[in-house]
Every structure is written in structure tokens, then in C-alpha cells.
């Protein structure tokens, strides 16, 4: 099996460290809105990933974390006169409802950033023993301090984003240091301000900063040293960089992970989607709409490293295929006449995921293997056996292929039906009529929202 790796560049032999056991970190969501298709497509492609491992016999140790304390999240939380715990909460429940729905296997361990202060501390007290980290000027109303990541000391910093410091440095914005040595040294603990969330530290009261937070959930929960880390192609810089750096520089051993695998980004337009630039299709929404297997079928059709472009039109026909795949599965066998041999299919389907997790080739032959299925059943070949094969090679790739049973998926027809007919009133001028629509689907548990010249809907 081979990966492409992005810390050497190139597609290279996959050998976990010990024996069949695989230990794989994926950085998980920050919680402080409804995720989005961008995070479907992350966590179906690691979810893949995890399934293929374990079906060519590795046994797979699998963390994925929340970011639980944020300055989006501590901001939302202000804004709407709540705890940031209780927003965090809201909505990590509603992405573990949603990673359900799409078949997504959960992790063995979902730690939370606020639950890892005491190995968030170790390591930051650590760094600064080495001298790898500092502690800047007491600030603010509890005199705390920040502490600060020195980059010049790891000598190979950049090594993942493939950018020297020097190079960093002449891109970097020039803005007044804070109490840091060089522009480009990162938060390890920030100070607390009034009003937020703080725990007590060496340096006074305070929260961590973003990237030691995973690279301690890591080491606590998977050791020091792991086989894959993944995440999102945004997260290679600098998230990534400065775990890397963080880590091997607490525990001396490199690398800090054999593999880094990351996923392209999806599109809306020319543009990723993502909750800050706020052109995101709701996670929860297309679910409902298209069903878990369509949105699989979608994603995995195409390259994981690649970028994803959304359109209505993909989604669609990515449910039109998982009902294809379905259909044949459940085809009755007659069971007379040649069976079908279904062997090839499995071994070019091993062949395919084992070449970088080629799930567009896989796909491919899922669809090829259904095909023969329909055609050796009207010709009166027994097809039971290549059914029970494309059932297993479809498991692999998570498709579940049963009928979904969502109803507002059901009435999916009919709520666009009446969302055309409220445009067409409301281009009519007939305002009232088209609001008794948004209030009666409303009183049904259906959401309306009108932005860029467009309306969707979610259930509420």
C-alpha cells in the first residue's frame, strides 16, 4: 500500500511503526456553528482511509479532537449571552449527529481541548525548560503572560510547508512584536482576558493557544511518536508546521508522524468553503436532502488530494449513483445459469485503493461491477456471489446502499416545489402568499433561508 506523503513530496510504501497496528491523529472541528460540506468531504476521506487500513488487516488506533475553546468560539458565545461550554457542546452534538448520518465510523477518542490542560502545561513548561519556547512581558488586569514557540531554534522549521524562515519572514505582515522575539514565533499560552475562559499556569491565568493543543492530545492519547496525521490542505501552515515543531522538539524523537495525508478543499465557486469566509452549504441540510451514501458517492469519485467543486448537480447525481449501486445489490438472484465471476473486480478494487487511496478508480469499478450484475441477471446468470462482493467492496468506501428513510428527505420534492412557487409570488409582488408559504413550512419543522440570490431550507 502506498500514500502520498506531504512531508517528502512523494507517494511512498506504507509500514506503520509497530507491526499491523496503525496509530492515525486527525485534527477535528472547532465547534461554534453548524459544520459544513468542506468538513463531510475531510472526514469521509479519513473515514475511508481508516476503513481501507482495517480491511487489509491493520488494526487502527483512531483520535480526532475538539477544539473546544477558541476565540470564534468565546466571541459567539459573548455575542449571544451564553457559555462557551455550552456552545461548544451544541454543536460538537450536532457534527457527531451529522458524521452518523454520513457512515462515518467514530473515533476511539474524542478528546477536548479544555479537558487536556494539565498536558497542555507539561508540554508548554517543557519547551521553555529547553529553551525552545519564552515567556513574554506580564500584560492585562491579572498580569499574565503570554508564551511564545521560538521558531529559530528548531532548525528545520518550514519542513512540511515546504518554506524556509527566511522566506516567511519577508511575506510576514510588519506588525508591533508583543513582547515576541521574531514575527513569526506562535502562541503557546495567551494571557487571560477579562471576561473569557482561563485556567490557572505558571505564567498566571490564561488558555492555550491553538496548536499546542493538539500536539498534546496527541502524545496523551497515541504516544510520542505516530503513522498517519491528517487534516485539511489549509491546516498544512501553520497548524501543522507547529505541531511538528512543538512536538518533536518535547519529546527529541522525529518524525513526530511518518505520514502527513491531507485532503483537498471543497469549492463553491473559486472559492473554499469555509465558516469564516461564510460560503458554506450546511452539513446537516445536505444530508437531508441527498441522504449520506449520495454525498459519499460524490466525494469519493474523485481524488482526495484533489479539489472538490460543489453543485447541486453533483450531489444529485451522486444520489442518482448510490441508488444505482443500491439496485443492484438488491437485485433479486435467480439463481440459475454461470455465475458471475466477481474476483477481478476485488483485486482490481485492492489495486486501485492501494495506489494512494484511488477511491475515483474504485468507484469506477463499483459501477462496472453493478453494471454486470444487471446485465448477467437479464441474461439469467446467478449473480448472488458478485452482489455479496459489490455489497463488501461498497462497505469499504462506507456506502451503506439501503434506502434512506429521512423524511424530510422524502418530502424534499415537494419543499422545492413550494420553494419555486414562493419565488414566483414573490416576483409577483405577492408578498403575503409567499410568506404564508415560509410560515407554514415553518409550523412543519422547516427552515427557509434566503441569501446570494438563492433559498434553501434545513429542518429545524
Excluded at 471543497?266 to 441527498?290: H, T, V
Aim: aromatic share 8%.
Amino acid at each position: 500500500m502506498r500514500l502520498h506523503n506531504t512531508l517528502s513530496g512523494r507517494v511512498e510504501e506504507f509500514k506503520p511503526r509497530n507491526d499491523n497496528q496503525v496509530l492515525m491523529y486527525v485534527c477535528g472541528i472547532t465547534p461554534y456553528a453548524e459544520s459544513h460540506l468542506g468538513h463531510a468531504m475531510s472526514y469521509i476521506i479519513f473515514d475511508t482511509l481508516r476503513r481501507y487500513l482495517e480491511y487489509r488487516g491493520y488494526e487502527v488506533k483512531h483520535v480526532q479532537n475538539y477544539t473546544d475553546i477558541d476565540d470564534k468560539l468565546i466571541a459567539r458565545a459573548e455575542n449571544e449571552g451564553r457559555s462557551v461550554e455550552d456552545i461548544a457542546d451544541e454543536y460538537s452534538s450536532q457534527f457527531a449527529k451529522a458524521i452518523k448520518d454520513l457512515n462515518v465510523l467514530p473515533a476511539h477518542v474524542y478528546p477536548r481541548a479544555t479537558q487536556e490542560i494539565p498536558a497542555i502545561l507539561e508540554m508548554i513548561e517543557d519547551l521553555v525548560a529547553k529553551g525552545f519556547a519564552y515567556v513574554g512581558p506580564p500584560k492585562g488586569p491579572y498580569e499574565a503572560s503570554d508564551v511564545y514557540y521560538r521558531v529559530e531554534k528548531k532548525a528545520d522549521y518550514g519542513k512540511l510547508a515546504k518554506r524556509s524562515l527566511d522566506s516567511m519572514l519577508a511575506g510576514a505582515r510588519i506588525e508591533p512584536l508583543e513582547g515576541k522575539e521574531n514575527p513569526m514565533d506562535f502562541t503557546l499560552w495567551k494571557a487571560a482576558k477579562p471576561g473569557e475562559p482561563s485556567w490557572d499556569s505558571p505564567w498566571g491565568k490564561g488558555r492555550p493557544g491553538w496548536h499546542i493543543e493538539c500536539s498534546a492530545m496527541s502524545y496523551r492519547h497515541l504516544g510520542p511518536q505516530i503513522d498517519i496525521h491528517g487534516g485539511g490542505l489549509d491546516l498544512v501552515f501553520p497548524h501543522h508546521e507547529n505541531e511538528i515543531a512543538q512536538t518533536e522538539a518535547f519529546t527529541g524523537l522525529v518524525p513526530f508522524s511518518n505520514f502527513w495525508i491531507h485532503n483537498g478543499l471543497l469549492q463553491l465557486g473559486d472559492q473554499k468553503m469555509s465558516k469564516s469566509l461564510g460560503n458554506l452549504i450546511n452539513m446537516r441540510e445536505a444530508i437531508d436532502r441527498y441522504g449520506g451514501d449520495a454525498i459519499r458517492v460524490f466525494v469519493l469519485s474523485s481524488g482526495y488530494r484533489s479539489p472538490l467543486t460543489y453543485s447541486e448537480e453533483a450531489l444529485a447525481a451522486g444520489k442518482t449513483g448510490a441508488e444505482r449501486l443500491r439496485t443492484a445489490v438488491e437485485a433479486t438472484d435467480s439463481g440459475a445459469g454461470q455465475p458471475i465471476d466477481a474476483a477481478p473486480y476485488r483485486e482490481r478494487f485492492i489495486a486501485a485503493m492501494d495506489e494512494d487511496l484511488n477511491t475515483a478508480q474504485a468507484m469506477g469499478l463499483l459501477f462496472d461491477l453493478a453494471r454486470e450484475i444487471n446485465r448477467g441477471r437479464d441474461a439469467g446468470r446467478s449473480v448472488g456471489e458478485a452482489q455479496a462482493v459489490l455489497h463488501e467492496l461498497a462497505g469499504v468506501l462506507g456506502l451503506r446502499l439501503e434506502a434512506e428513510e429521512s423524511e424530510s428527505m422524502a418530502a424534499a420534492p415537494f419543499i422545492e416545489l413550494l420553494i419555486d412557487l414562493r419565488r414566483e409570488l414573490r416576483e409577483a409582488k405577492q408578498y403575503a402568499l409567499a410568506d404564508r408559504i415560509r410560515t407554514g413550512l415553518g409550523k412543519l419543522g422547516i427552515v427557509l433561508e434566503d441569501a446570494a440570490g438563492r433559498t434553501t431550507w434545513k429542518p429545524k
